[in-house]
């Protein structure tokens, strides 16, 4: 083995931390300002160290404001999409690994058509249907919409779990006399619970990050996703940098834990090949 | 037990599809409710539009430039994550963060630190004389493109970053081994050995974040809404503008249609180049 020379890691690491740079830079400032007192922080020129700090903006936001009803909102919206999703997304996934049926192989092309298929396609259509069936405006038009989003990716993800499964376990269970939905369920489920469990988080993601429908189904400030309620606040008239700063850090707090928090489920997942951008 | 998802394909993807298509041959009156057959008329006026040339230039230089950056910038750190170094798995941590952020995150972040009296780097530009004072980046054309751009490979490169980092990982480690006794540099390494087992994860990327990059809307509506002047208005950003902007529904079907199709086609295209050429 060849020794690596000194200066080859540390140029590694001076990269490393050039790019960490990058990545934490805005958000660290994000979070800075969201803490720094008023008097610095509409300063011209900025001050790259605050030392007055504050907790106003928050306060501000969390009751002079509907932030916490935006919150509430896309935490329902999330969960709910999360749900339904994992729940229909697993009896597909289940079905089309273990069993062949007449039109399997269109659902599964038309899920990854749509796995890559432009939401700005769908978006109009999508919102005309939603008005005829009366859900605009309300957070079960959100909620659908939101599986139209991220169902295709649900069963993508959820069929490369259940492939790694031997089918002869189920087998096994069948000649038991289990039922499929049996099977599944005490079966099955047990042994892919974390790819089950990574999928559920990562459609939580992409229904609480989720913009152009939400946007565009959500009218009245009652049913607005937080994404939603923090685009008004920054195209308002008078930009209040403080509080929209501390929205964004309120906004993107549970995202960042919650990621962290399965991220190992996440990289196993990716190295099987199932991901989404 | 698949009959849910296909319900779910069926009634909110695959009619959408079709309504669509429908719509875009229609010329609808939203205040009376009428829809006149229209046949290709919306067709004809998309590429007949003023607009269709620098909406179709913006389009091209916001995918070109993001694509190139993110592809870069991901490779990059792929290579940094792959190397078996302390620290680097908190790296790969932070470095994937941008994947999770939500997007309205980036925008306010972005808008933040580019606003002309407060904003960081505004400030930086201002001082180095890059920008007139109290000026920001977003408020004249051309650097408006870089920044949405920029902004946008910040978001993306993490996606490219871990499917190369994924397929690094699968090449077999015996390649290197045979390269090192052939006394191979770690540049020659790179060249011969990590880069050829990258080719078919390539192929498939540029795809997917082709698609993805075209036809994202998000960070540019939230960013500049297109702006200024229609000097970051790419594909996506028309379409909404004609549909919730003006209501004309017939119209930005059609105009949706139009990149879809445009899509599907390069994506015919491509996929034959390189059959073609892997056959050879």
């Not at chain 1, 992409?206 to 685009?231: D, H, P, Q, Y």
């Not at chain 2, 057959?37 to 913006?58: C, I």
Request: one cysteine or more.
């Amino acid at each position: 083995m060849k020794s690596r020379s000194r200066f080859d890691v540390v140029a590694h690491y001076g990269a490393a931390l050039l790019l960490v740079g990058f990545v934490a830079f805005p958000l660290a400032w994000m979070a800075i300002a969201s803490v720094t007192a008023a008097g610095q922080l509409f300063t011209s020129p900025p001050r790259l160290f605050p030392s007055e700090f504050t907790l106003d903006w928050y306060r501000s936001v969390w009751s002079a404001s509907e932030a916490p009803r935006f919150f509430m909102n896309s935490l329902v919206i999330a969960l709910a999409t999360t749900v339904a999703c994992v729940i229909i997304g697993i009896l597909s996934a289940y079905a089309t690994t273990r069993f062949e049926f007449p039109g399997k192989q269109l659902f599964l092309v038309g899920a990854l058509a749509s796995y890559v298929f432009p939401a700005i396609l769908l978006f109009l259509p999508v919102y005309l249907i939603l008005t005829g069936l009366g859900l605009t405006n309300t957070l079960v038009g959100i909620v659908v919409a939101h599986i139209v989003v991220s169902f295709p990716f649900a069963v993508w993800m959820l069929r490369s779990y259940l492939l790694a499964i031997p089918r002869e376990l189920d087998e096994a269970a069948w000649v038991d006399g289990a039922s499929y939905l049996r099977t599944l369920i005490s079966v099955v489920l047990p042994v892919c619970l974390p790819g089950v469990f990574s999928t559920a988080i990562f459609i939580f993601v992409l229904s609480w990050n989720e913009f152009l429908f939400a946007s565009v189904i959500a009218e009245s400030s009652r049913n607005k996703t937080i994404t939603v309620g923090i685009a008004e606040f920054i195209t308002a008239f008078d930009v209040r940098w403080g509080e929209i700063m501390a929205l964004g850090t309120i906004a993107t707090v549970p995202v960042v834990i919650l990621f962290i928090s399965v991220q190992r489920y996440f990289l196993k997942g990716v190295l099987e090949g199932a991901v989404k951008g | 037990m698949v009959l849910p998802g296909v319900l779910v394909i069926v009634l909110f993807i695959a009619y959408p599809v079709f309504e669509a298509l429908r719509l875009s041959l229609y010329e609808i009156d939203l205040l009376s409710g009428n829809e006149r057959y229209a046949a290709l008329n919306n067709y004809v006026a998309v590429f007949n539009d003023p607009k269709f040339p620098r909406v179709l230039f913006n389009t091209f230089v916001w995918s070109v430039g993001s694509l190139i950056g993110q592809f870069v910038l991901g490779f990059w750190a792929a290579l940094l994550i792959n190397r078996d170094l302390p620290g680097m798995r908190l790296v790969r941590s932070i470095l994937l963060m941008p994947y999770v952020v939500p997007v309205i995150t980036v925008a306010l972040c972005a808008r933040w630190m580019l606003d002309g009296t407060y904003g960081i780097l505004s400030e930086g530009l201002q001082a180095s004389g890059l920008l007139g004072h109290n000026q920001s980046p977003l408020a004249s054309p051309t650097s408006a493109m870089v920044s949405v751009i920029i902004a946008n490979v910040w978001r993306s490169f993490p996606f490219v970053m871990i499917a190369y980092w994924a397929a690094m990982q699968g090449i077999p480690k015996e390649q290197y081994e045979a390269a090192r006794i052939d006394g191979a540099s770690r540049w020659q390494e790179l060249r011969f050995v990590t880069l050829p087992n990258l080719m078919a994860v390539t192929v498939t990327l540029i795809m997917l974040r082709l698609f993805w990059t075209v036809t994202y809307f998000d960070l540019i509506w939230l960013m500049t809404q297109g702006g200024p002047g229609g000097a970051t208005e790419h594909w996506p950003i028309w379409v909404h503008q004609e549909a919730m902007g003006f209501f004309r529904f017939g119209y930005a079907a059609a105009i949706a249609v139009t990149l879809s199709a445009t899509l599907m086609l390069s994506w015919m295209l491509y996929a034959g180049v390189t059959r073609i050429r892997r056959a050879q």
